[in-house]
């Protein structure tokens, strides 16, 4: 089964390349349209201060929600403090990573991990994999939005939480894609919508409403095949009024592809 050459939107930047190509081995005619830019904050208070505290032993606890993320936030300490210093200090706390590719940095450092969310890696399943520790005081590298949901949880938990932003998210340069894409969905003229990052959904969106276009791309989406990296992901489209129809078995770009070309093949095939 195969998209059968059914017009394939998609959302993503770092990967776009990589993304169209997986489209099209997988028959299907790729229209990629970035829509999120990650863009680290280099001048970052916030992340200097969480650094003295830690420095100071203020905290027993950190969460890792990226493997991004965590390079980032070497990155911009190392701009300031002594490259050594910030492993060092995260040696001497209970680690917690959201998947392997935060465990997988933690790994390339030496440092420790206490605990692993395991897929589909949501706050849920952070809350969980911390729900019979004693730490109190945690911080928790954020990723580009606010998580409101996971800090709730571990403040419901009885612990003292501060968040660490590290990067954030912007729209691409070229919004010519975007709107393109927007276009295409309220002509019709596409049959599938991959979505890899909740970010993506808000993005889109936010262009579609510049042109009043909102609700006319929210319903052509509903009539689509939309396939979701993951139950975060799936959750941002629920919660702004679009059903995606398919998450991969895990999330990752590739399954995701395959399996939704899989999946909109036998429906075209019934």
């Known amino acids: 089964m195969s998209f059968s050459g059914a017009s394939v939107l998609s959302f993503e930047s770092r990967r776009a390349a990589e993304m169209a190509e997986l489209i099209r081995i997988n028959g299907g005619n790729p229209f990629v349209a970035p829509a ?47 490259e050594a210093h910030f492993r060092e200090a995260l040696r001497k706390v209970a680690i917690i990573v959201r998947g392997p590719k935060p465990s997988a940095v933690m790994r390339e450092w030496n440092v420790p991990v206490a605990a692993v969310a395991p897929e589909p890696s949501t706050w849920r399943e952070i809350l969980s994999a911390v729900a019979g520790r004693s730490e109190k005081s945690v911080a928790v590298q954020e990723y580009g939005e606010h998580s409101p949901n996971l800090i709730e949880g571990l403040r419901a938990q009885g612990r ?93 770009m590739g399954l995701l592809v395959r399996e939704a070309a899989q999946a909109y093949g036998a429906g075209k095939a019934s």
């Open 36 to 82: 999120v830019v990650e863009s680290p904050l280099e001048d970052n208070e916030q992340a200097f201060q969480f650094a003295e505290r830690l420095f100071a032993g203020e905290f027993d606890m950190m969460i890792f929600l990226t493997g991004v993320g965590a390079r980032f936030l070497d990155r911009v300490l190392a701009s300031r403090f002594p």
């Open 160 to 252: 003292t939480v501060t968040a660490v932003p590290v990067y954030q998210w912007r729209f691409p340069d070229d919004l010519a894609p975007l709107r393109e894409s927007v276009r295409r969905l309220v002509a019709g003229e596409a049959r599938v919508a991959l979505f890899t990052t909740s970010i993506q959904v808000d993005h889109l969106l936010q262009i579609a409403e510049q042109s009043r276009e909102r609700q006319a791309t929210v319903a052509a989406l509903n009539k689509m095949f939309v396939g979701s990296i993951g139950p975060t992901c799936s959750e941002a489209l629920r919660e702004r009024g679009i059903a995606p129809v398919l998450e991969p078995t895990h999330p990752k």
